[in-house]
């Protein structure tokens, strides 16, 4: 891609892992992060109206609130990773780290996108089915995102410094993850019915708490 027109077609582009965006200047591929990111917004939005869809009032909610935990995770990672790309000697621009980046989001956003008539259907035929899908597709997107991340960062043009390019995207996923998991939490509830996300860290721990609590009761019975 040699040209930095934005259409339609570009969403398809920016996912090709073998789609060139080396002759680009830093001003086009910013201009890409920018157009991946917005595109990357809107079919979240889409994802999260389909997964609240059986309650009018949160699919509306959903359609900024899936959005804002998608931008702001992305954003509190992003710094880190700018730093430490530089800081540990990679000699490609961050701008390309960025583009990477971005488009490793709209994959995995793309994937929710793709997805929303399945879990709109599920969500208002099973009860079961509903909640266990919407996870799924959530989980899948995220494990689609990390994968074309890593890829990407390591097929960027420039020096090659392995460690570099991998352990800076692994801290920004780590970073982004985290950041990802509370917000949920601030931003719940997102789905109609309690997910393991819904409380952040603190449902975990508490899950564990809980588990270790009842495992104990048990081997006292015993």
Not at 58 to 82: C, E, F, H, Q, R
Not at 163 to 182: D, K, N, S, T
Request: include cysteine; glycine fraction near 8%.
């Amino acid at each position: 891609m040699q040209n930095s027109t934005l259409s339609a077609s570009t969403v398809f582009d920016l996912i090709r892992p073998r789609s060139d965006f080396s002759g680009l200047t830093k001003a086009a591929k910013l201009q890409l992060v920018a157009f991946a990111t917005i595109a990357s917004l809107g079919f979240a939005a889409l994802w999260g109206a389909a997964a609240g869809s059986c309650v009018p009032a949160l699919a509306v909610g959903n359609l900024i609130k899936v959005p804002l935990v998608v931008l702001l995770s992305a954003l509190t990672a992003a710094p880190l990773g700018v730093v430490a790309w530089k800081l540990l000697g990679e000699e490609t621009s961050v701008t390309d780290l960025l583009l990477a980046h971005a488009r490793a989001i709209l994959a995995g956003s793309l994937l929710l996108g793709t997805l929303v008539p399945i879990v709109a259907l599920y969500y208002h035929s099973s009860r079961f089915a509903g909640p266990l899908l919407a996870d799924a597709t959530a989980l899948a997107s995220l494990g689609i995102g990390v994968v074309v991340f890593l890829r990407l960062a390591l097929r960027a043009p420039g020096v090659h410094n392995k460690i570099v390019r991998i352990a800076v995207p692994a801290m920004m996923l780590v970073v982004q993850g985290a950041a990802m998991l509370q917000l949920i939490a601030l931003a719940s509830p997102i789905l109609p019915d309690p997910t393991m996300f819904r409380e952040g860290v603190d449902g975990f721990v508490d899950s564990h708490a809980e588990r270790s609590n009842r495992t104990r009761v048990e081997d006292a019975r015993r």
